[in-house]
């Protein structure tokens, strides 16, 4: 039997400053909630530029409290009124000085499910986090959402295949990968790594990465956000590369114990000989 539900991503460029960038994500969650859609993850640190390009400590000034700080509750109140789970990828604080890249999720009714800290951090040409934030110490959850259970894996993250598998061994249905990525470094790897992990683990992956050349920095986000199912299909074509683009798709679920009575990966597999992998 099919379990379809329809799922949401939504990349854009940045405005120039918070609250408008803020709007653009409230209209684009109301546009994905009148086409059906029942989940909507935005891009990594959504309500901002990604200032990462850069090495300022003016930008910690858009760090967050989760829960507690003002946009969660904003967007709890505006998934509690379209009955959508929301993904939110924010800059966290968690005390002055403790700071971190991090995804909130919110359940359709409202209510505030946790967080996913990044694990992994960059630092790199143009891509200067370890300035702006700590290494994430949350592990991979999962979520149990109005729309099944779903994980998070940050930008970066996605070079990296154990919090993949992590996050499937704890029964990730979907997993979205919220991302800033350039043209000029990794566009060889958009459409290689997520489609990889989607087959290897076995679930649907949602891609999303912002548009646009911003004034801190030559980064070229190019956009080209996707979902991917568990056989490596696209489920319809990528967005743009270059414009602000709501997705939306049909994800049918029951296609997971499909591939997974067909395949068994996670029968097959042999932890007891993995020791050397978590060797420094």
Known sequence: MSRVIRAALFQTAWTGDKESMIQVHEQAARDAAAQGAQVLCFQELFYGPYFCQVQDKAFYE?????????TVRRFQALARELG???VLPMYEEEQPGVLYNTAAVIDADGSYLGKYRKTHIPQVQGFWEKFYFRPGNSGWPVF??????IGVYICYDRHFPEGWRALGLAGAEIVFNPSATSRGLSRYLWQLEQPAAAVANEYFVGAINRVGVEDLGDNDFY?????????????GEPASDKETELVVRDLDLAVLREVRDRWQFYRDRAPGAYGPLTAP
């Open 84 to 86: 959508i789970v929301l």
């Open 223 to 235: 956009g080209t956000t996707y979902f991917v199912d568990p056989e490596a299909r696209f489920v």
């Open 144 to 149: 149990d959402t109005a729309v099944g259970r």
């Open 62 to 70: 858009y760090a967050e409290r989760i829960p507690e700080g003002p």
